[in-house]
């Protein structure tokens, strides 16, 4: 007995360089200071790693090999690459065999997890045409699907992006764009044409080789996906102790074409730890879906096989996310520093650019990272405990205190050469 | 029924010296908000009743009738109980008001507790820090009612952790004969428990509460305080050991050396003035800080206006309102961590006591960055409309019941 149903598991990775504990008396000090708490980032990766990557990529590999129809996929952001790099060529080493079973997707983000997407295009396919190299080198496949950072989405976002070449992209389930209805079927945007400045400027960058003719857009189950990744040890919860025949019952009720499991891969055995049995729970799932006939399929896998007559249209005017209760950009901008933050940092932007100068560039782009925003987030409501529960530092004041002086001293090094450069056209001039 | 009250206090505004009299004040209004029916016994005749309050205090037929006892321990020097006005919060002239001498206050306080509070039918006996303990255990005992003890300071806070032995066996033994005690914060809460060696359970953590006062017409400034386009940063306190104004000092000389633009108001009077003073000239600061005395009302509300940021580095501040105040005038705060304040503030920046050069950091960036003092000056104040008097008195209303049903 076959269902027509397929799981659609995805799991973010990512890790962000978070500040080391600048001070004003370092601005301007050295010319090649990091900004960045390399103790810390390292401590963290490799708690993570011990705690989440290492057991669950183990375990995940043992149910890809065992199971002929189990599937999943990933998006690594590039700043976690990295790091693997850095702190972590163990964990690189168990993505790439993952990649080489050749039922792992890997799909496309930005490279460095940002929200370059609100504040420039061209940066935006810049930094997606980075991803998608380094996925290429590493993984030996092409990207074809694309998330944006935190599932941040809206109608234009799928338009670039399938201009970009993208045959998918995947966003928030959120309410107030299914208005009713199960987002377990693949969805379209509204058809129109951007821009004809934009659409010029994505050919110029376009990461893959030719634009897409149509995208579609697979909506993430939040609520079969939050049972897992929040729910799942909450004592309180009345689905309490949720046990893999359960869970599959509930998929089952659920039905439709595709049921999209989007979750960070950290909720397997960081969030929910090992003695949740969250890893148990996992591991009975594929012998379930096997005995009753559920097949896995990755996003690309999801959309190639889908056929249907007519298509669902998903109207995203304004953008959403998966993050917070509002999923929409609150947990990000909002605020006065939050948006002073992001507004300066990318000011900026020319300036480094013109300067040539690949390392001040890639400090530049760091700190695009969405993190940073996210720690300075001031909301009053219950979601304001997530965010502390995730930041390194005490408060998003200490966030923005970090974050400024780090710009400060970039923008001193941005313009330092420039002020060398006056000075000796102004000393040839008096020569003259 | 309504409950009734009977509260030992030791100061009252008008006349006051520090945050126990706004405390002692804001608590009784909040109470009578709350329809609690409140006698208020102080040990001076300068309070002035408001609402349907019962004030007292001794009266000259009284302090003729009930025999006082002469102190155990007297004190050896003038000095010493010079010393001794001084770290127990008050200002110097009011000596006058206790006699010759704080502990002989505090006994004739507490000799005539019972005389004073005889006819008074309460059901709860509450008094303000140890000067008054004594005198609320021994009326709690006489009516045969439930003693609380409300912590605003402790003799720990006050002497840097090197306390008057007197009075903090006074102190302990107050709050080893409470039924309950209330603590102005979780920071006071866990010294009580720490120090004191008293079981948590015993203890009830009530912040503070602020009242936004009515807005004054036109908020008075005596002098300018220096360039009004240079950046001001304001410290407010007494000057002791306490509020820690010479870390104010040492943040004061970081500033200057990367921002000579900064300038440090000092208001307050206290021990510590003329050391302050001398070191303040010692760090080539004479330019820079400003010392205004002794500093009141509309005065008060001009500096607080007028700063860019205010500090309150204290080395152990069981609250601080004064750091709700200064946000009440939308002026950004960086305060110690070791303060109860600190446990009610989402808005500002909060420092260890000896941190000097993070202190001065956070007040460079403060000053640097307008879309961080915009959302500080923004958001602070926020918190001013759940701490409200009324609603602080309502908890410790709450606590009445509770121990009147136990």
Known sequence: ?432 | MNMHTLMFGWEYPPHHSGGLGVACQGLVRGLMKNGVHVTLVLPHNQGIPEGNMDMRFPTDELCETVQVESLLQPYDTFGEYDARLQITNLPRESGALYGPDLGQAVENFTAMSIAMTKDVRADVVHAHDWMTFEAGRRAANYHGKPFIAHVHATELDRTNFSPNTWIAERERNGLLAADQIIAVSQYTKNLLANHYGIPTDKIRVVHNGHDQKAALTQPLLMTKYGDEKRPLVLFLGRLTVQKNPWQFLEVAKRVHDVSLQVQFVMAGDGGMLSELIDRTCELGLEDSVIFTGKVQGREIDALYKRADCFVMPSLSEPFGLVALEAIAHNTPVIVSKQSGVAEVLDHAFKVDYWDTDMMADCLLTILREKPLADQLKAEAPRILTRLTWKNQASKVSSIYRDIIQS
Request: aromatic share 14%; hydrophobic share 35%.
């Open chain 1, 1 to 432: 007995m076959n269902t027509n149903t397929n799981i659609c598991f995805y799991f973010q990775v990512h890790q962000p360089y978070r500040l080391r504990d600048l001070r004003i008396t370092d601005i301007g000090a050295e010319q090649d200071q990091t900004y960045f708490d390399e103790e810390k980032n390292r401590a963290v990766f490799r708690k993570v790693a011990e705690k989440c990557y290492l057991p669950a990529n183990a375990l995940m590999l043992e149910l890809v090999n065992q199971y002929p129809h189990f599937r999943i996929a990933y998006s690594l952001s590039g700043v976690f690459l990295d790091q693997c790099e850095e702190y972590g060529p163990d964990v690189m080493e168990s993505f790439r065999a993952l990649a080489r079973t050749g039922k792992v997707e890997f799909m496309a983000e930005t490279y460095y997890h940002s929200l370059s997407y609100l504040k420039s295009l061209p940066e935006f396919c810049a930094q997606v045409s980075k991803h998608v190299a380094r996925i290429q080198e590493l993984f030996s496949q092409t990207p074809s699907i694309f998330r944006n950072t935190e599932l941040i989405y809206s109608n234009e976002i799928a338009q670039v992006v399938r201009l970009m070449g993208f045959k998918g992209i995947l966003a928030e389930g959120a309410d107030r764009v299914l208005n009713g209805r199960s987002p377990n079927e693949p969805f379209v945007p509204p058809e129109f044409r951007l821009p004809k400045n934009k659409e010029m400027t994505i050919a110029k960058f376009r990461p893959l080789e030719k634009k897409s003719d149509d995208i579609h857009v697979l909506l993430k189950n939040y609520r079969l996906s939050d049972d897992v990744a929040f729910r799942f040890s909450d004592k309180s919860w009345v689905g309490f102790p949720l046990h893999a025949d359960t869970f599959t019952d509930w998929l089952m009720q659920t039905g439709g074409n595709n049921i999209n499991l989007f979750m960070d891969y950290e909720t397997f055995g960081e969030h929910q730890w090992a003695d949740t049995g969250i890893f148990d729970f996992v591991r009975a799932l594929p012998a379930i879906w096997q005995e009753r006939g559920i097949h896995c399929a990755t996003p690309s896998q999801v959309i190639d096989n889908w056929q249907s007559i007519h298509e669902n249209v998903i109207d995203a005017h304004t953008f959403v996310s998966w993050a917070d209760m509002e999923r929409d950009l609150s947990a990000w901008q909002g605020n006065k520093i939050q948006d002073a933050a992001l507004a300066s940092l990318f000011a900026l932007e020319s300036a480094v650019k013109a300067s040539k100068n690949p390392d001040l560039l890639e400090t530049w782009r760091k700190l695009s990272t969405s993190d940073h925003f996210y720690y300075m987030c001031t909301k009053y409501w219950a979601d304001g405990d997530v965010h502390k529960y995730f930041s390194p530092y005490d408060s998003p004041y200490e966030a923005y205190r970090r974050f400024s002086h780090a710009l400060c001293d970039l923008k001193l090094r941005v313009e330092q050469p420039k002020k060398k450069q006056t000075k000796s056209k102004l000393k040839q001039k008096s020569h003259s």
